[in-house]
C-alpha cells in the first residue's frame, strides 16, 4: 500500500490543524493506520493508531485528549484532528499502515508501508 500525507503547515500555539493520508494500491481495510511524528533532533514518536475497523484508537501521553484519530473507508483515508497545539508538536508528521493490529503498530516495527511526512510547525 501507498500512503500519501498532507494538511501540514504553520499554525500558531493554540491552534488546529488536521491531516490527512490517502492509502492506494492496498486493501485498506486490512490495515491498521497510524501517525508517527520526529522533530529536529529527537527521537521518532508514537502519535496514535487506529484499528482495522475503526473500533479501537490508542493515543501517545503527549498528545491524549488534544488529537483525534478518524478513518474513512469510503475514501481510503485516516485522518488526525489536532488541537490546541503546542510549539513542542512541531515536527515531520508520517503516516504509516501495518497489517494487523493496531496495538502492535505503536511500536513503529515491522510496518508495512510509510508516507512520506508532512511538516507541522506551531510558533509560540
Known amino acids: 500500500v501507498q500512503l500519501q500525507a498532507s494538511g501540514g503547515g504553520l499554525v500558531q500555539a493554540g491552534g488546529s490543524l488536521r491531516l490527512s493520508c490517502s492509502a492506494s494500491?492496498?486493501?485498506?481495510?486490512?490495515?491498521?493506520m497510524g501517525w508517527f511524528r520526529q522533530a529536529p533532533g529527537k527521537e521518532r514518536e508514537f502519535v496514535a493508531a487506529i484499528g482495522r475497523d475503526n473500533s479501537i484508537t490508542y493515543y501517545g501521553d503527549s498528545v491524549k485528549g488534544r488529537f483525534t484519530i478518524a478513518r474513512e473507508s469510503a475514501k481510503n483515508t485516516v485522518f488526525l484532528q489536532m488541537n490546541r497545539l503546542k510549539p513542542e508538536d512541531t515536527a515531520v508528521y508520517y503516516c504509516t499502515a501495518k497489517g494487523g493490529s493496531a496495538l502492535t503498530l505503536r511500536d513503529g516495527k515491522l510496518i508495512d508501508s510509510w508516507g512520506q511526512g508532512t511538516l507541522v510547525t506551531v510558533s509560540s
Open positions: 494500491g492496498g486493501p485498506f481495510s486490512m490495515y491498521a
